[in-house]
C-alpha cells in the first residue's frame, strides 16, 4: 500500500503514524500544531517526546505554557521531554547530527516503547537549533531521510518543525524531506517508499528542480546498480526544466532514472525532449517492486539512441524564437511542441530545421518575416507526410 502524503492544513488525524515536516511562522502556530500532534499521540496509546533546545525543566515549561494557552489539553505530566542534542545523541561539543548514530538511537528508543506496552514511538521536535548551516542542513537531511525508510514500516513518526523566519528559503530544503507538509512549505516532497528508491511528489519546474537535485545528492546514495527508480504517480506537475535537469543530473552520475506514473503527460513529454538518461514508465504506482525491473528496463533502453547531446539545437531553437518574437523561453518551448506535434516530427528535428531557417535572418529582420518562416517550415514538415 502506497503511504500517505499530501500537503495539510493541520497536524492532527495523522494516525497512527505520519512523517510530518511544518515550516512555522510563528511560535503560536507551532505551539498549536505541536499540542495537536501530541494529543494525537496519546490518545493511540503511543510513547510521546516533546524535544527542543534547552534543558528538561525548559521544555516542561513550554507544554505547560500549551496547555494554558487553550491550544490543546495536552498533559505534561504525560509527554516525556529530551533535550534536542541528547534525543539525536550528540556529542555535547558537536553541532551535526551524525546520520546513522541518530537512526540507530530513534530506533532502539522505538523498540523500548514497544517493549514497554506502548502502540509505537511519537516525537515533536523543533529542529531550527541544529539546522541553521548548509553544513548542519546537508547531515540533517541524510538523517531525514534515514529515519523516514524507518518510518515506512515501523512504528514512529514525528513532526519536525523548522522556524521559516529563521532559515528562509533554506527551510524547505528540509520539509520537502516528508511525505506530509503544511501548505508553502515545499514545492515537492522526496520521501522514501519500500517498493522503490524513493517518491517523490508535488510540483517539479524551472524553480524547484535545484532543490529536488540537491535534496537526492544529500540523501544519496539510492538504488542499487545503474537505476534509480523514483515513484512519481504523486507528482502533480513537471515541465520540460525539471525533467532536463534530471537528465543533467543521471548523466553526471552515469546513471538511468526511472520515473513511474500513471499520468501519461509526463511520458509524452519525456518523449518529445528525446532524453536518454530519464525514462517514464506509464504505469499506476507499484506496490512492490517487481522482481528484475531494472535489468529488464536497462536491456530496452540500450536499444535507445542517446540523445543528450542534442539539446542544445533545442536550446538554440527556443533562444532564437525568443529573440526573433519577443517570447518567453516557455511560450518559445511551446511553439517547438506545436511543430513537432502539429507535423509528426520528432522535436529535435524540428528544432535543428528551425534553427537554421532562424540563423540566416538578420538582425534588423521583422518579426513578421520569423513568423512566415514558422509558418513556412509547418507547411512544408505537413506536406511532407
Known sequence: MARRQAVVDTA????????????????????LQAA??????????QWVEY???????DLHRELADLRRSGACDV??????VTPIHEFYDMPADADVVDPDVAVRRRMAATEEAVAAGYTGFRAVVDTTPIVGTPAQRECFARFEFLI?????????????????????????????????TNPGAARFRLYADPAVDAAVAGEIDMDSSAGLLRALDRIGPLGLGHTLVLDAAELEFVDHRGLDALERYARDLDRDIVLRTNRTVIGRLNDLLELSRVHVIEAPACTDREP???????TRLAHRERQLATLPDIEQAKGMLEHALGLTESQAFDTLVRLSQHTNTKLREVAVLLRDELAGTASDRTRRTAEELIVRLHERLRARD
Open 12 to 31: 492532527a488525524g495523522l494516525v497512527p503514524f505520519g512523517h510530518l515536516g511544518w515550516a512555522y511562522r510563528t511560535r503560536d502556530e507551532f505551539g
Open 36 to 45: 495537536r500532534y501530541l494529543a494525537d499521540g496519546l490518545a493511540e496509546g
Open 51 to 57: 524535544v527542543g533546545a534547552g534543558d528538561p525543566a
Open 75 to 80: 498533559d505534561p505530566d504525560r509527554v516525556a
Open 148 to 180: 523516514d525508510q524507518k518510518m515506512a514500516v515501523m512504528p514512529v513518526s514525528a513532526l519536525c518543525a523548522v522556524d521559516a523566519r529563521a532559515l528562509g528559503d533554506a527551510a524547505a530544503e528540509l520539509t520537502c524531506l516528508h511525505p506530509l
Open 292 to 298: 528484475g525491473v531494472e535489468e529488464d528496463l536497462l
